[in-house]
């Protein structure tokens, strides 16, 4: 009993879901209480400041991420010292340059930034993006190496202390969301504490770092980082062209968080898996191997497919009480955002590994590419969703409104309009599905020129998936 239990632990995939899902546990009771403890306005000024740091995130970081997980894949001592310093170095020069950057716009925009949503993210954003350097740092590093288990605690540190501090303001504090803010400065101070100290971020190999190491990661970052872009663009797009309606605004943006939210909760083994296939990938495209690299590409596209068909099932099912344990009474309205998100959701695992194998075999550029298709779907059906369809439902509400007898007329606006915005927000959420069949035929063109591959072939995969699974319980 003792031995199997050991192996489970020690297991990479077991060490990853458990990385995604017990932080995601502390991350979903986190955001149910700070959804709980601010005003609607005031929530959806948390959510654009941790978005749009997220977004920026995603731009640092993106240079140096893929590269690094894929190169120390294949790379000795020696090699690993000089590109984790690379790493680092890259990342204090993009994080130097986006910091001058917002504080630019917030010197020459001042006014206007002080009037908008993204106020709390002008402010805080400079001071967030150094004090989080190190802990980015050693997640890149850590998934690279496969060390699943110190990212655990890195990450229990990072969103389990925040959730505690917001535990404890719900039920005593009850501060404002300025503390709010600086609890979660402070949380991200510790973390990146703790990844220095035992040199988890790579600090000590600043000194290793080489031309040739800064040229293969550069080389390779300058799609990756578009492709990173373009990902976190495809669902924050959604959040900032909410956020920048006049008609929405903090909202809007607070009514679609609470079904993107429940959407992000359920593709946790999702990106568990991601994590651990894409380094297994890259080691076998390095090594020549294109059998092993189409066999897990197979395995993990099919395995997820039909892992996620019975939780989508049950989740558009009960999506309106879900979205009540989430966010209260006042966003059970959101609920047919949220089964509209289901049905992306049975598209999401083979959109997701279509993506890997094509970083994974260095092919970053087509990766790219298929990102920036899905990209410019995503932002041009938003806009014309959140701008044009509204403008289509106030007049339909005005119309309306003509054949009804005045005393009803306060009534009948308030529901046409919440009804207006609940059906504009379903709108962006139909555009999450058409943008990713985009991305799951582009990506395919791509990768089908190199390898081969078939859809019918990721089903069989998944039984294969699955079969394997049981098989190595049993044995």
Known sequence: MNNVLAKILKNKNFLSLANNGLVAVFGFFGFLLIVRSLSTNEFGEWVLLITTANFLDMLRFGITRTAIVRFLAGADEKEAGQLIGSNYVINIFSTLILVLIVLAVRYFFYDTVSASGFVLFFKWFPLLAFINLPFNNAQSVLQAKMRFDFMLILRIINVGGFMLFLLVNFFFLHVSLTIIVYAYLLTNILTSIVAMLPNWDGIRYIAKATKASNKMILDFGKYSTGTLIGSNLLKSADTFIIGLSPFLGTAGVALYSIPLKLTEIIEIPLRSFAMTAFPG??????????????????????????????????????????????????Y????????????????????????????????????????????????????????????????????????????????????????????????????????????????????????????????????????????????
């Open 281 to 330: 990938m890259s080691k076998a495209s390095i090594e020549g191997n294109k059998d092993l690299v189409k066999h897990i590409f197979y395995t993990n596209a099919g395995g997820m497919t039909l892992l996620m068909v019975p939780v989508m099932i049950f989740s558009f099912i009960f999506a309106k009480e879900l979205v009540y344990i989430l966010g209260g009474a006042g």
């Open 332 to 475: 059970e309205s959101t609920a047919g955002i949220f089964r509209i998100f289901c049905i992306y959701g049975l598209l999401l695992p083979l959109d997701r590994f279509i993506g890997v194998a094509l970083d994974s075999v260095n092919l970053p550029k087509f990766n790219f590419l298929k990102v920036i298709y899905m990209a410019v779907a995503n932002i041009v059906g938003d806009t014309l969703v959140v701008f044009a369809f509204y403008y289509v439902a106030v007049a339909t509400s005005i119309l309306t409104l003509i054949s009804f007898p005045l005393n009803n007329l306060h009534l009948l606006a308030k529901i046409t309009h919440n009804f207006s915005v609940i059906t504009v927000l379903e709108g962006v959420a139909v555009v999450t599905i058409l943008f990713t069949l985009i991305g799951i035929f582009v990506g395919y063109h791509y990768l089908n020129k190199s390898f081969d591959i078939h859809f019918r072939k990721v089903f069989q995969g998944g039984i294969l998936f699955f079969s394997e699974s049981i098989f190595r319980k049993k044995s």
